[in-house]
């Protein structure tokens, strides 16, 4: 049995659409493969990040009693300014002279 020039030519085109379309599959898939690794190292980095965070939050209770203790040391301060401007001249008070 012998093919005609036509069905030789039909069969060539046929083999080297297939082949060109495997090559386009491999390639598609070894980018993908290639996407997938940065994309999974890229969360790996972003695990160790959320990590971090919360070593970084896990004190905030201490705001609330480190914000009382401040409000408390600057009234003391303003108090030791205001006695201190009373008694020095070179201070200047908020309220002027007493």
Known sequence: MS???GEITYWTVI???GAVVIVAVVVLLSLL???VKRID???DGIA???VGITENTKDTA???ATGAGLDLVLGEGLQHHLFL???VDSI???AGKA
């Open 41 to 43: 190292s890229a969360v």
């Open 33 to 35: 493969v290639a996407f």
């Open 48 to 50: 160790g990040t959320l």
């Open 3 to 5: 093919l005609s020039p």
């Open 92 to 94: 200047p008070t908020p």
């Open 15 to 17: 083999l080297v659409l």
């Open 62 to 64: 201490l705001i609330t």
């Open 85 to 87: 401007g009373r008694v």
